[in-house]
Each structure stands twice: as C-alpha cells, then as structure tokens.
C-alpha cells in the first residue's frame, strides 16, 4: 500500500492512525508506542497549564472577584506560561544539610508516578494505551508510589515541618486509600473484569446510575487522595506552612505542583471512565472521534466539580479526617460491597440492565440513608451526654428538646 | 499479555525525560549564589533547635498497620470480584463471611482506641 492522503486523514478521522502507519510504512510497534507516549505526556504537562488557569479563574469567580485578566488579554489566558517562566528562572535554594539523594529524587518520583496511570485509560474505542487485563489494580498500585516520593520530600529536606507535614500526608494519603480501593471493588464486581476498556464496555446503564453510594464514595476518597479542599491541610498556607515541599523553590515545586493537576485530571478521567461511562454516548462506536469528545466533556464536568468543592467547602482537621475514614467511610464501603454480592446473585441472570440498576440504586439509596441515619443518632447521642455533663440539674428526656425545659424556668 | 506491559516499560523511560526536561533547563538558566542565610532551614524565622530527624508518634505507625490489614484485604478481595461472574450464591456468604471478619476487626481497633489521633 502507497501513502494516500486521503487514506491518512480518514485514518485520523477514524483515530486508527497506528495500523494505517503499520500497514503502510511497516513502522516496528515500538516506535508507534513511543509516539503515542510522547503525544500523551506532552498533552497532559500543556493540560496543566491549561487546568491552573481554569481553577484560578473558577476559584476567583466563585469568590466574587474576577481572576487573572491581565496577561494575554482579557481573560489572562497566558497567566499560566507566566508562571512557569517564572519558576524556571528561579534559584534552586537547597537547604544546609538535606540528604542529596532524597531531595532531588522526589520531584521526579511524584511526576512518574502520576504520568504513568495514564497508559490505561480508553479515550475512545480503541484508542488506549495498553488495555491490561488487571488496569485497575495497576492504577491503584502505581497511585501509591506517589505516598513514597511525599516521604523521600519530606525526609530528605532537613527541615521538622517538613517531616511532620509528610508523616501527616503519609497518615491521610495512605488511609483514604482503603475506601478507595474497597468502593472501586463494586464496578469491578458488575463488570467482570478490572480491565478499563472492558468496564467502559459493560456500562450500558452508567455504574454511577446503578451504584451511586460507590461513586459518592470514590469521588471523597480520591479528593482526599489528591490533597484537595477539603482535605487540603498537607499544603494550606495557615498550616503547616507548606507541609513536605516548604523547601523546595522553583522547577522543583513547580513538579510537585504539576504533579497534583495531573493527578486531579486523572482522578476526574477515572471517575468517568468508570461510574459515567467513559467514551460512552450516542454514536461513540461507530465514529471514535465522538467518543474522544463526550470523554473530554465528561472528564471536564468531573474537574468543574472538584474545583467547585474546593471553592465551597472549609477545611476540615486531621483528627475529623482520619476519623471520618476509619468509622464511617471504611464500614460503609465494606457493607455495601456485602450488599452489591449479595443482591447481584440473589436476581436472576437474565434480570435486564436496567431491572438490576433499579433494584441497586435502591439498595445504595437504603444504605446511604441507613448509615447517615445511624451517625446521626450516635452524635445525637454524643451531644446529650456533653449537654448533661455541662449542665447537671437538667437530666435530659429521650425524645425532648432543651427548649422545653427552660420554658418553664423562665415563666417563674 | 506480556507485551502489553513493554508499552508500561516504554512509558516509565519515557516519562523520567519529562521532569528532567523542565529542572534541567531551570538548572541551566536559573542564578546560583547560594550563601549560608539563605539555606538555612526555615522555620517562619526562629532558629532551629535540637535535631531535625526528630522521633515520631506512635500514632502514624498505628494507622499504617491498620492500613496494612485492610489493604492486604482488598488485595484478597480484587480476584473475587474480577471473577464475580462465573461464582454461585455460596461465594457470596464466602465474602460476606470474610469482610464481616474484617468488620469485626476494624470494630476490634476502634474500641481498643487505636483509632484516635492523641
């Protein structure tokens, strides 16, 4: 076969560019491979400029003031190549005693790690990187190597705020992990396969339709993951100063930087790909470009979601953290995961797709307000006892109010 | 199936040039005049005292062990679920049985007070 224009770009149409290159050219799969890997990374370091702009404009909008504005024209469009010129033209400010190896190494650590989870995420049918047969568990697995460089930062600065700012992001990252991990179990349980583009093939209802609790679930653990508001105390200014990067300047917290937008990318192509479908839409399979486009709207809508949660929500403390994790998030994870087993054998095989999305919505929609219902009443319970140990006359009733007992104080 | 990993091997080479790319160029264009002042540790002004690798609380060593227990849990529990599909209703009371097991545990932790961060 000759090289034929038209043959090209209806190859790029179709987003079958790599077998037209084979067949025609014969080009070896590795120097396919190594282009596409250069195309991804280049497109997601240029997204995060892209991603810094928008966070800050949505941020300063939902603040009530207006953003960037002043550099590349009305709307600060290149507020963000102002940045990184910045930070490149910084001096590398290297603490009196930090441990070389450590130091240096991090940065780099915590860039690979959030650039290779992206080698299995379809963006369209057909087009992803490599479809391992276990690509969820390899992104799960990847996604802690990240905790590994946090520590080698905070180690190797010589510097106790940092150190404590990396035991503490060690404490958050590592314990918001498991109702992660645990509530990513349910998609693979409906699939049948903890391959991506397999559980993005299995959606003909959304999972975030058939299993809402999961994807609640999922989308406070990967927040929590990704040190975002409100789980942000690693980095707050008013804080701990800047938690395990205080001693890094220039390039080098520009990496620690960039590595948190591609991580908040990924977190939000994740969470579509698995609970919202993926490329999935009308028309998707049989013009890939279409489902190149609903992703990127989707993943765009998850991002717009998270920066809204940042812009909405206070922070909350360490302690209130770790203890929202372990006693309720972690429990609820594991009685929905009985649950969902429980309920996917109990129906019968043929049951339609959306029969069984029913009758799970349902029995999320039950635990949900099961769980909340029983929190409530412990810390109703909680505050009982705190109010009888402030005030020792009133001996509170179940069921009564405070007001009802001063009322009649008051009409003495 | 293996081949689908050198894509992985291709990408982890790969991806080491795009940190080093932009810390190189900073490194080449950025000024060095370092002197003592500047490299000190920064605590918001004061000097530091006492050591810096200083000894940890006990309480990071806890949350990662229970850490350690559910992950190796969920670990269990990943090629259940993969191969959810082709199990019968008694691999259902088999998983219940085993993350009740776990819930016991984690009620375990809870009252022994392993979970609070003081």
Redesign the interface.
């Known amino acids: 076969m000759s090289f034929d224009v038209i043959d090209f770009l209806e190859s790029l149409f179709k987003l079958t560019v790599a077998d037209y290159l084979r067949q025609v050219f014969g080009v070896p799969e590795w120097i396919i491979d190594v282009v596409q890997i250069f195309i991804l990374a280049t497109f997601l370091l240029l997204n995060v400029l892209i991603l810094i702009w928008l966070e800050r404009k949505l941020i300063s909008r939902f603040q009530d003031r207006i953003g960037p504005n002043r550099v590349g024209g009305r709307y600060g469009l290149l507020q963000s190549v102002a940045d990184a010129l910045k930070m490149l033209t910084k001096e590398f400010i290297t603490p009196s005693g930090a441990d070389r190896i450590a130091y240096n190494l991090a940065p780099f650590i915590i860039v690979v790690s959030a650039l290779l989870m992206w080698a299995v995420i379809p963006f369209a049918p057909g087009v992803v990187g490599t479809d391992l047969n276990v690509g969820l568990f390899y992104i799960l697995a990847v996604s802690s190597i990240s905790v590994v460089a946090l520590l080698l930062a905070g180690w190797g600065s010589n510097n106790k705020y940092a150190l404590l700012g990396a035991f503490r992001s060690v404490a958050q990252l590592v314990s918001y992990e498991v109702p992660m991990v645990l509530a990513l179990l349910i998609p693979i349980m409906l699939a049948g396969s903890m391959s991506l583009q397999r559980i993005v093939y299995a959606q003909e209802v959304w999972y975030i339709l058939v299993v809402p609790l999961s994807a609640i679930i999922f989308l406070i653990s990967a927040l929590a993951e990704l040190g975002r508001t409100p789980f942000d105390l690693l980095e707050a200014e008013s804080e701990i100063v800047a938690g395990y990067h205080i001693e890094y300047s220039g390039m080098k917290w520009g990496m620690f930087m960039m590595s948190e937008f591609i991580n908040a990318f990924f977190m939000s192509a994740l969470f579509t790909t698995i609970y919202l479908g993926g490329w999935r839409g009308p028309g998707a399979v049989e013009y890939p470009l279409l489902g190149l486009v609903y992703f990127s709207i989707k993943t765009f809508l998850i991002l717009f979601v998270l920066i809204w949660i940042r812009g909405t929500f206070p922070r909350v403390r360490i302690d209130q953290l770790l203890n929202f994790n372990w006693k309720f998030l972690v429990p609820i994870t594991l009685v929905l995961i009985m649950a969902v087993a429980l309920i996917v054998k109990l129906l019968p095989d043929d049951v339609s797709s959306w029969v069984l999305a029913a009758v799970l919505f349902m029995a999320n929609l039950a635990i949900g307000l099961g769980a909340l219902e029983i929190f409530r009443r412990s810390a109703h319970r909680q505050r009982q006892a705190v109010e009888a140990a402030r005030n020792p006359g009133t001996a509170p009733v179940a069921g009564t109010s405070p007001e009802a007992h001063s009322a009649p104080a008051s009409a003495h | ?1 293996l081949s ?5 091997l ?3 080479v ?3 040039v ?3 790319a ?2 190189l ?3 080449l ?6 002197n ?1 002042i ?7 002004g004061v000097e ?1 005292v006492g050591d ?3 000894q ?2 006990v ?2 060593y806890i ?2 062990l ?2 350690v227990v ?2 190796v849990e ?1 670990v269990f ?2 090629p259940i ?5 082709q ?3 008694f ?2 009371m088999e ?2 049985l085993f ?2 097991i ?2 016991v545990a ?1 009620g375990y ?2 009252r022994k007070g392993a ?4």
Do not use: H, R
Not at chain 2, 4 to 8: A, R, T
Not at chain 2, 29 to 34: D, G, L, Q, S
């Open positions: 199936m689908d990993w050198q894509f992985i291709l990408f982890s790969i991806a080491l795009f940190p080093g932009p810390i160029i900073a490194q264009i950025n000024p060095k005049k370092p003592p500047k490299q000190s540790t920064y605590e918001c530091t810096t690798w200083i940890f609380k309480q990071y949350f990662a229970v850490f559910f992950d969920a529990l990943f679920a993969a191969a959810f599909n199990l019968a209703l691999a259902v998983i219940i993350v009740v776990l819930l984690l932790v809870w979970l609070e961060w003081f």
